[in-house]
């Protein structure tokens, strides 16, 4: 049974760091390109950040670049997300997706076939 299971979320002052951990188990996720996504209440699933299977390239939401970091070690099954200067509307529910075999990077959602339950970013001003 595959899963994804995410993991370092919590309360945070505005201008603080967190990072969110995803493990994923029941298969090999090393080749295939992982992203994170986040939805506020009353809003849309919106994309975050992507990394490709190798780690050699991400990309990020205009609203994100220069602030959180996207990383991966394939050793451990692991994907991460390294928020910096966080700011109150960065609060969301966090979500950690993996596409099924392909290594590209993607900002769609509908590409990602796993999902994590999500964890909860909470940025007080």
């Known amino acids: 049974q595959v899963q994804l299971v995410e993991s370092g979320g919590g309360l945070v002052q505005t201008g603080g760091s967190l990072r969110l951990s995803c493990a994923t188990s029941g298969r090999t996720f090393s080749s295939a390109a992982m992203g994170w996504f986040r939805q506020a209440p009353g809003k849309g699933r919106e994309f975050v950040a992507s990394?490709?299977?190798?780690?050699?390239?991400?990309y990020y939401s205009a609203s994100v670049k220069g602030r959180f970091t996207i990383s991966r070690d394939n050793a451990k099954n692991t994907v991460y997300l390294q928020m910096n200067s966080l700011k109150p509307e960065d609060t969301a529910v966090y979500y950690c997706?993996?596409?099924?075999?392909?290594?590209?990077?993607?900002?769609?959602?509908?590409?990602?076939?796993?999902w994590g339950q999500g964890t909860q970013v909470t940025v007080s001003s």
């Open positions: 990394i490709s299977g190798s780690g050699l390239n991400t």
């Open positions: 997706a993996a596409r099924r075999v392909s290594s590209t990077w993607s900002s769609h959602a509908d590409a990602y076939v796993y």
